[in-house]
């Protein structure tokens, strides 16, 4: 298993940007998939974008497509996750997950998490 730390969150207004890092501790990071999720006080945790081992494939929830990018450096075992034109809605815990096999829209399919970044978007 890898080891996940997120970093980046923080207090923005809307239409901002902010981009949040995923470090991950482990020889083999570049071995998995990575996803983002993020959890809303009072709402279930959700997918938001994910990225193939290479960075080959990339997948997005609709509610981010075309605001949010993700991307990957295996080299500084570090995945990213750029944000912008930030609205209200995004305001969330955000949380980094891998798994061996694809970037996966389920949370249930990756084995290790970060500890999650909060990001409060203000309006």
């Known amino acids: 298993q890898v080891q996940l730390v997120e970093s980046g969150g923080g207090l923005v207004q809307a239409g901002d940007s902010l981009r949040l890092s995923c470090a991950a501790s482990?020889?083999?990071?570049?071995?998995?998939?990575i996803g983002w999720f993020r959890q809303a006080p009072g709402k279930e945790r959700e997918f938001v974008a994910g990225i193939s081992w290479s960075g080959g494939s990339t997948n997005y929830a609709d509610a981010v497509k075309d605001r949010f990018t993700i991307s990957r450096d295996n080299a500084k075992n570090t995945v990213f996750l750029q944000m912008k034109s930030l609205k209200p809605e995004d305001t969330a815990v955000y949380y980094c997950?891998?798994?061996?096999?694809?970037?996966?829209?389920?949370?249930?399919?990756?084995?290790?998490w970060g500890q999650g970044t909060q990001v409060t978007v203000s309006s």
């Open positions: 997950a891998a798994n061996r096999n694809y970037p996966s829209t389920v949370a249930g399919a990756y084995d290790s």
């Open positions: 482990g020889r083999t990071f570049s071995q998995y998939a």
